[in-house]
């Protein structure tokens, strides 16, 4: 189950939940709690900034020699 860390000093609104595997997950007293999933999905540049910046530089393995 998550853990819940209690802040220290006066009591604030800001909770920090920790995961079995050390995620940190941030929130506000007032939010509503959602179930979070590591995402698959492959991260890509936005149609938008591709068009005004270009498509991103590929970047080389440091491993590839």
């Known amino acids: 189950m998550n853990e819940h860390v209690p802040s220290q000093g006066r009591e604030s609104a800001l909770n ?8 940190r997950i941030h929130r506000l007293v007032d939010d509503v709690i959602y179930p ?11 149609p938008m900034v591709e068009a005004l910046f270009g498509a991103p ?9």
Do not use: C, E, L, Y
């Open 16 to 23: 920090i939940t920790i995961d079995r595997d050390g995620t």
């Open 36 to 46: 979070v999933r590591a995402s698959r999905a492959i991260a890509r540049r936005d």
């Open 57 to 65: 530089k590929v970047r080389r393995s440091r491993n590839k020699q």
